[in-house]
C-alpha cells in the first residue's frame, strides 16, 4: 500500500509520478471505508484528491500555506499531513476533526466550518509574510458554491490590490451543496466551455490574473498548473474544473446527496440507519402548501444552498415559482426577505441555527429596526457533539436579544402548527420559530392557546420548571423524580425564548421558592438569565440551567450533556441541594 510509505508532504514527493493516479485510488477507497462508518462529507473530498496530491507535490507545506475554504475538502489534506490513521485504522476514526484543525497539525492554520472565507484569510496571512519579509506561497482554495458568498466577492476585491504572491485556487466542480444559483455560475460555465478564454472573465473584470486548467482531476495536469503559478509575484486565479464524488458513482450521480452523508452501507450506498415517520419539517412544509393551494397566500421559502436539510426540494418541486435558493449567502437571504415582506409578500427563510449567524446585522438592521414580517424556521438548536464551527447553542441569545423580533419555541407538533398559523398572519415584526429537536412530540393544545403566553402544563408547588422547546421531555422526567421526593413540582411550557410578559411569570413566585429554567441553548444572555433578572429584586431564587458560553472541542452529545448538568438525574439532584 502506496500510503504506508507517506507521514508527510515530503514522503509523497518521493514517490515516481508514475505511482500517483495508485496512491489517489487508495486514498479514495478509506475516505470511503471510514465516511461509510462515520458519516462525514463524500463528495467534496472525492472530488480533490487529485489537486490535493499535486499540491503536496509542488508545495512546501508548511512554508507554503494553504487555506482550504469550509475546509470540508480536507480528508485527503490530512492524510498527506501525518494524520492517515485517522482513515486507516478504526480504533482511530475519530482522532481528528472533519474541518481544518491548528491544534492537529502544523499543516492547518484555521478552524473553519463555514464558507466563503479563504480568500480574505489567505490576503490576512500574505500580508502579514509581507511585513515580515518571509518566503513561501500563500494558497487559497475555495470551491465556485462558496464564491456566492458575499465574502468571498469583498475579499477578491482586495485580494485583486496585493502586491506580492497570493495564489487563489477556484476548485470548480459545478455544484454547490446543492446545485449552484446566481449569475456568477453562466460566467464559470462559459469559462469552462471555452477552455478559459472567454473575453467575459469575471476574474479579470475584478483586476485578477487568471489561468484555467480543465483536468483538475489529473495529477499531472495539476502538477503542472500548480508549478506554473508557484512563487508568482502578484495575485493569481487557478480555476480548476474537477467532478465532485468521483470514485463512487453515487457519489458522482447524485452530487446534493453525497456531499454530506450519514453512516451508509458501501455496496449498496443505503443509510445503516434511515430515518422515518413525522418530522416537523415535514409538518412545515405542508402547512405551507396547503396555504398557498387554498388561499394563494404570498408565501415564498427561501433558503441558502442547503435546501435538502429542509426537504425543500419537494416544495420547490410542487411550487417552484415560490421557491428562491441564494445560493451560500446568508446574509442576502435575510435582506431579500425584508424587502419581499415590505412589499406584502410573507416570505420564510429556512436556516440552521449555527449558519444563521453570518446574516447578523441583516436581522437586526434589516428586520429589526423596520419591523418586517418575514417568518424564520431555525433547525439545529441543541447541545450536540461534533466541532465548534456547528455549535447549536448561541440561538437564542443572538435572536432573542433583537428589539422587535420574536423567537418561538415551540414544544410539540400542534404548537409548532399553531404558532407558524400566527406567524404567518401577524404584521407587528419578524418571528423566528425554533425547531424543536430530537423527534416530534404531540399533546393536545389547551382551549385557550395563545402564541406568546406561556402555558401551566400542571399546577404545583414550592418549584416551578420552566422547560423551552426541546427541554420538556426532560423536565417532564425530572417533574417525576422530584414527585418521588414529595416534591409536586408546576411545570411550565413558556411557549417563547423572549415574547412572554412579566405579568406572565412573576405570579409563579407566590406559591413557589424556586424557579427552574431549561433551555438547550447558551446560558449567557438566554433565557434564564432573563427569568433571573426578572425575579432579581423578589425573595424568590432562580435557578438556570443550559450550555457553558464557550466553542466546544469534539465532546459527545452525551460528555455535554453531563457537563452542563441537563440531564434529568443531575438536574433533580441540583434542584433538592437547593431546597
Do not use: C
Amino acid at each position: 500500500m502506496l500510503l504506508e510509505q507517506i507521514d508527510s508532504p515530503k514522503d509523497l514527493k518521493q514517490l515516481p509520478a508514475a505511482q500517483l493516479p495508485a496512491l489517489a485510488q487508495e486514498i479514495r477507497q478509506v475516505l470511503l471505508n471510514k465516511v461509510s462508518v462515520t458519516g462525514g462529507h463524500v463528495g467534496p473530498n472525492l472530488g480533490v484528491v487529485e489537486l490535493t496530491i499535486a499540491f503536496h507535490r509542488v508545495f512546501d507545506s508548511p512554508t507554503d500555506k494553504v487555506v482550504w475554504d469550509v475546509s470540508h475538502q480536507s480528508y485527503p489534506h490530512k492524510i498527506l499531513t501525518g494524520r492517515k490513521q485517522a482513515w486507516l485504522d478504526p480504533a482511530h476514526y475519530e482522532d481528528v476533526s472533519g474541518f481544518t484543525a491548528p491544534e492537529e497539525s502544523p499543516h492547518d492554520f484555521f478552524t473553519i466550518g463555514h464558507t466563503s472565507t479563504s480568500i480574505g484569510l489567505a490576503t490576512g496571512m500574505a500580508l502579514a509574510r509581507d511585513h515580515r519579509h518571509e518566503p513561501g506561497n500563500i494558497v487559497a482554495v475555495i470551491g465556485d458554491g462558496s464564491l456566492s458568498g458575499g465574502l468571498a466577492f469583498e475579499a477578491l476585491n482586495n485580494a485583486a490590490v496585493l502586491a506580492h504572491n497570493l495564489i487563489i485556487v477556484v476548485n470548480d466542480n459545478g455544484m454547490s451543496i446543492a446545485e449552484n444559483h446566481g449569475g456568477l455560475y453562466a460566467n464559470l460555465k462559459l469559462l469552462r466551455d471555452t477552455n478559459g478564454q472567454a473575453e467575459l472573465n469575471f476574474f479579470k473584470a475584478m483586476g485578477l490574473d487568471y489561468r484555467y486548467e480543465p483536468n483538475g482531476n489529473d495529477v499531472a495536469a495539476m502538477t503542472a498548473a500548480f508549478t506554473a503559478v508557484k512563487d508568482t509575484d502578484h495575485p493569481v486565479v487557478l480555476h480548476v474544473h474537477t467532478e465532485k464524488g468521483l470514485g463512487y458513482a453515487p457519489a458522482v450521480a447524485d452530487k446534493e446527496q453525497w456531499h454530506w452523508h450519514v453512516p451508509f452501507d458501501l455496496a449498496t450506498a443505503q443509510p445503516l440507519r434511515p430515518r422515518t415517520g413525522v418530522s416537523y419539517l415535514g409538518l412545515i412544509r405542508a402547512q405551507l402548501a396547503a396555504r398557498i393551494a387554498a388561499h394563494n397566500a404570498p408565501i415564498y421559502a427561501i433558503n441558502a444552498a442547503i435546501p435538502g436539510s429542509f426537504g425543500l426540494k419537494d416544495f420547490a418541486a410542487q411550487y417552484p415559482e415560490r421557491y428562491i435558493d441564494v445560493g451560500i449567502a446568508e446574509q442576502e437571504s435575510i435582506t431579500l426577505a425584508a424587502g419581499m415582506a415590505q412589499q406584502g409578500l410573507r416570505p420564510v427563510v429556512f436556516h440552521s441555527g449555527t449558519f444563521l449567524q453570518r446574516a447578523y446585522d441583516q436581522l437586526s438592521h434589516d428586520l429589526g429596526i423596520n419591523r418586517l414580517p418575514a417568518v424564520l424556521i431555525l433547525t439545529g438548536g441543541a447541545v450536540s457533539g461534533g466541532d465548534p464551527t456547528h455549535q447549536g447553542t448561541f440561538d437564542i441569545p443572538m435572536l432573542a436579544n433583537i428589539p422587535n423580533l420574536t423567537y418561538l419555541t415551540p414544544t410539540t407538533q400542534e404548537e409548532l402548527t399553531a404558532q407558524l398559523d400566527w406567524a404567518l398572519t401577524q404584521t407587528a415584526g419578524p418571528v423566528a420559530i425554533r425547531v424543536p429537536a430530537h423527534g416530534v412530540q404531540s399533546a393536545p393544545l389547551d382551549p385557550a392557546f395563545a402564541p406568546l403566553t406561556p402555558h401551566v402544563l400542571h399546577q404545583g408547588q414550592t418549584v416551578a420548571l420552566l422547560a423551552l422547546g426541546s427541554m420538556l421531555p426532560t423536565a417532564q422526567t425530572v417533574a417525576t423524580q422530584l414527585l418521588a421526593h414529595g416534591i409536586d413540582a408546576t411545570l411550565v411550557d413558556p411557549r417563547s425564548a423572549n415574547a412572554w410578559q412579566a405579568a406572565d411569570l412573576l405570579p409563579l413566585g407566590t406559591a413557589h421558592r424556586l424557579i427552574v429554567t431549561l433551555e438547550e441553548g447558551s446560558l449567557d444572555g438566554g433565557f434564564g438569565q432573563k427569568v433571573a433578572a426578572l425575579f432579581g429584586p423578589t425573595a424568590t431564587r432562580v435557578l438556570p440551567f443550559g450550555a457553558k458560553r464557550q466553542f466546544n472541542a469534539r465532546e459527545t452529545t452525551q460528555a455535554l450533556l453531563q457537563r452542563d448538568q441537563l440531564t434529568p438525574d443531575l438536574i433533580t439532584t441540583a434542584i433538592l441541594a437547593q431546597l
